[in-house]
């Protein structure tokens, strides 16, 4: 029996249809699970010595840990014992800024086996960014990352943190008074470690993570989500990713960001598929995407399932790939953004494989997703509910939209005791926001689709993605997608600019590719080959050439970062 058996009952290929999964797939778990015990300890009891993660640096010694999940088990023992050793206790907020390193993993599994709370952060953040979020989650203890001066950046906020009491640097950093050498400390902890009982057990329902929102106004929300989440990624990671038991799954994710969760911890371990990750950012450097180098790691190591955002695949097929040997790769997946039919058909002409896409958001898990084999990819389309979630598509009073028309993807979740396995818990600190976005039965996630006669879901824009021009409603995504159809355009970000006449127009940002140089003559040409592909009144009447756009530390276009610029420069015109 596989892990994820244990929480389903049933084996991924018993189920006969799609509709035999809806209607059967049940997560059940006792009252007081935690993965860390239940799910890494018991693999590192039961496969001591089978790979759990493969660790891969770009330092200039090109350093590899074949990490077991025996010593995955252990080191987390140490980091739990470390932790309490400074006064961590069970319902403590830790905020990790650990990159892509694998003490990410070590702390993570010991914060769970403590019942301290687990907050992740980015290392691009700065001063003021350290200072909202220390203060408004009550951040106690901070584990910063010693490289991209992020102990500095960290720093200038001291004397406006209202809670942290401890900073802890890695790669033996000497960030100056009051850090502590992270790994110094790990190495002298105690690998002997006991569940908690009694008032220090954790129960299934405490806090188990938190973590900040990229929303596009306003300060993040802060998500919190309880120790059924890993649960939750069973679909993620065994249905979506179809991960292999002995395999070896690679998502591409920084670690400060919830999609790590979902592609390199979870759902793999249930599904005992050990998870790739390549710490490509090292040194003071920001390194651009290596996509080349990407390929070579997935070819030399064997990666059996690979996840990605659509922009990253677009950069890899910028490279040769077909002279890289990508033959023990089975299954491909994107998420993040809406996948465009050239690049399904490109990738699957060179690999042999069919993208398949998935949607998810910080507050849940997977959601909406084309699974293999019950549902079948068509490019762009996000897929159909996955079991476990119950989609809907509503209008602003609420009531469900015809087929063919945008309605908000809201989900069935009637309270937090009668919510799908792996949905937030809610807004901390914030009711006012989780009311507006779980009322009524429904979570509403803010995201417009339209369903169409299959029941696929295609995703529209954000409800504050979407553009306002004259009187029509534009989603970003089905201009982008006619725009990557031209030779001259390698990435495209479409938002609304300021307008006093129609409200907003359309613009494009756009990446061309190296043969093509900005003109007028390419504006006019790339405006009419829109204005003939699409809807006319969807065009781009601003047209913008940039040498790159701007971007998560996942891939993920950030539009909210060009329609910022723009409404500064529209001010200053004034």
């Known amino acids: 029996m596989l892990m994820y058996e244990k929480y389903t009952g049933r084996n991924r290929d018993d189920y006969k249809s799609y509709d035999d999964a809806v209607k059967n797939f049940k997560i059940t778990y006792p009252e007081d699970f935690n993965f860390a ?6 693999l590192a009891k039961t496969q001591p010595d089978n790979l759990c993660m493969l660790w891969l640096s770009n330092d200039k010694d090109n350093e590899e840990k074949r990490i077991s999940f025996a010593e995955m088990s252990r080191q987390s023992n140490k980091a739990a014992n470390y932790f309490k050793s400074l006064g961590i206790k069970k319902g403590d907020f830790v905020m990790l800024v650990l990159k892509r390193s694998y003490l990410f993993w070590y702390c993570m599994m010991g914060l769970h086996k403590i019942g301290a709370v687990a907050v992740q952060a980015a290392h691009l953040l700065t001063k003021d960014d350290y200072i909202y979020r220390c203060n408004a989650g009550g951040i106690k203890m901070a584990v910063i990352t010693g490289d991209n001066n992020c102990t500095e950046a960290f720093d200038g906020g001291m004397s406006e943190y209202e809670t942290v009491e401890i900073k802890a640097v890695t790669r033996h950093k000497n960030a100056g008074e009051g850090w502590l050498d992270f790994e110094a400390g790990l190495e002298a902890a105690s ?5 908690p009982t009694g008032e220090e ?6 806090m188990m993570i938190m973590s900040f929102s990229s929303g596009t106004t306003g ?12 649960l939750g990624h069973i679909m993620t990671g065994v249905f979506w990713h179809r991960v292999q038991k002995g395999g070896l799954h690679f998502t591409i994710s920084d670690t400060g960001w919830l999609k790590s969760l979902w592609g390199k911890m979870y759902g793999q371990w249930l599904g005992e598929c050990a998870v790739l990750t390549y710490d490509y950012e090292g040194g003071n450097e920001i390194v651009r995407f290596p996509a080349r180098r990407m390929l070579e790691i997935m070819a030399k190591t064997g990666v059996t399932s690979f ?3 659509p922009t990253m695949y677009r950069l890899m097929m910028s490279e040769d790939v077909a002279s890289f040997d990508l033959s023990k790769l089975k299954h491909s997946c994107a998420a993040g953004e809406a996948l465009s039919q050239d690049l399904f058909e490109k990738w699957k002409s060179l690999t042999g494989l069919e993208i398949y896409e998935g949607f998810g958001q910080t507050e849940t898990t997977l959601t909406c997703a084309v699974l293999k084999p019950f549902t079948q990819p068509r490019p762009g389309a996000m897929g159909t509910d996955v079991p476990g979630y119950e989609l809907a598509l509503l209008d602003l009073e609420g009531n469900p939209v ?3 028309a945008t309605g908000e993807i809201c989900m069935k979740a009637k309270s937090f005791d009668d919510k799908p396995v792996g949905m937030y818990m809610g807004y901390y600190k914030n009711q006012e926001d989780t009311e507006k976005s779980w009322h009524d039965n429904y979570y509403h996630t803010g995201d417009t689709a339209y369903q169409d006669e299959q029941g696929y879901f295609w995703f529209v824009g954000r409800n504050d993605d979407i553009i306002k021009s004259s009187g029509y409603r534009i ?3 089905e201009v982008e997608s006619v725009m990557l159809k031209h030779p001259a355009v390698f990435e495209v970000a479409v938002t609304g600019v300021p307008d006093e006449i129609r409200g907003f127009n359309v613009k494009a940002t756009v990446v061309l590719k190296p043969d093509y140089t900005p003109s007028d003559e390419l504006v006019k040409e790339l405006q009419n080959f829109v204005k003939k592909t699409t809807a006319p009144y969807k065009y781009p009447r601003v047209i913008e050439f940039v040498d790159s756009l701007p971007k998560t530390v996942n891939g993920k276009i950030r539009r909210t ?5 723009d409404q500064k420069a529209t001010e200053n015109a004034k």
């Open 475 to 477: 989603g970003p995504f």
């Open 219 to 230: 300060y993040p929300k802060m998500v919190a989500h309880d120790f059924t989440y890993p």
């Open 561 to 565: 970062a060009i329609r910022e610029k």
């Open 307 to 309: 996840c990605a955002p």
């Open 201 to 206: 057990a954790t129960k299934a329902t405490d």
């Open 402 to 404: 015809p087929v063919g």
């Open 37 to 42: 015990y239940d799910v890494l300890d018991e």
């Open 191 to 195: 690998e002997v470690w006991e569940r």
